[in-house]
């Protein structure tokens, strides 16, 4: 049953995990850290939100914690993924196609601080609603409006000279 649990959802988590933290090993780690957390604690899901809404959040969660501890959400070269298959900001949202961003795009996003590059990517590049983002940080909506905004402020300042010339 578990495996099924795993199965279901790791493609999208993997995305997630290398969303936030630009290197596929430590995404694959990310990703290991969270499923062994869903298994231990899989008897405290409530069902009050969407299972999958469950294991993002605990995702997040662990990648916030795990970047104060080491770093993990480190602002690379990204050049130095150009021959890695998973490079770029990926969506993979719904029945859309995945994409690749702009890499100044991704060196501004990976600049900003981790609350807002994490709500950023879960409602740009995971097409996540700021309801659904609230419930995966636990905070409020007006929280992550703010966060979203704060964000976008930062990306059109680091942004300007390369996109408004």
């Not at 939100?49 to 993990?72: C, E, G, H, M, P």
């Amino acid at each position: 049953m578990f495996h099924e649990l795993v199965a279901l959802h790791d493609k999208r988590i993997m995305i997630l995990a290398y969303q936030l933290t630009q290197n596929t090993q430590d995404a694959e780690d990310l990703c290991q850290d969270v499923f062994l957390k869903v298994y231990r604690n899989i008897k405290s899901y409530k069902f009050k939100s969407d299972f999958y809404t469950w294991i993002y959040r605990i995702t997040v969660n662990t990648a916030l914690n795990q970047k104060r501890k080491s770093s993990l959400l480190p602002i690379t070269d990204i050049h130095e993924y150009e021959n890695d298959p998973h490079m770029g900001w990926v969506s993979d949202v719904g029945d859309s196609p995945v994409i690749d961003i702009a890499p100044d795009i991704a060196i501004a996003v990976n600049r900003l601080p981790p609350k807002q590059k994490t709500v950023f990517v879960l409602k740009h590049f995971q097409g996540q609603k700021i309801r659904e983002i609230a419930v995966i940080l636990g905070c409020s909506e007006g929280t992550i409006k703010r966060y979203l905004f704060r964000a976008m402020e930062k990306l059109r300042t680091s942004l300007k000279d390369v996109y408004y010339d």
